[in-house]
């Protein structure tokens, strides 16, 4: 089994920042990419930013030049980093990993359970 375990997030005041992390643990042979997505209420689950295998970045255009994605290879961990925070990045943010649990598996994704990010004055 794998389990993905989301942290850092909170109440943030427009403007201000705030670092998200996700763990990746378990049964873990390989991964391919990991992603954060976020779902705000009534809207569907929209990717946030992604890195690759190769430490490649895509972002939501939403995000650009505000949000950085980073990852920890040998932790098995992606890292959020959110600044200058809008009232509309309020969501929960979702933590996502494409891997493969032994050689001989098909690649799968999982997903965490979730972090709420609230920015508000």
């Known amino acids: 089994q794998v389990q993905l375990v989301e942290s850092g997030g909170g109440l943030v005041q427009p403007g201000g920042s705030l670092r998200l992390s996700c763990a990746a643990s378990?049964?873990?042979?390989?991964?391919?990419?990991m992603a954060w997505y976020r779902q705000a209420p009534g809207k569907q689950r929209d990717l946030v930013a992604n890195?690759?295998?190769?430490?490649?970045?895509n972002y939501n255009d939403s995000v650009k030049g505000r949000f950085t994605i980073s990852r920890d290879t040998a932790k098995n961990t992606v890292y959020l980093q959110m600044n200058s925070l809008k009232p509309e990045d309020t969501a929960v943010y979702y933590c996502?990993?494409?891997?493969?649990?032994?050689?001989?598996?098909?690649?799968?994704?999982?997903w965490g359970r979730g972090t709420q990010v609230t920015v508000s004055s």
């Open positions: 890195i690759n295998s190769d430490s490649s970045t």
């Open positions: 996502n990993a494409d891997l493969k649990t032994a050689r001989w598996a098909s690649r799968e994704d999982f």
């Open positions: 378990g049964s873990i042979f390989s991964i391919y990419s």
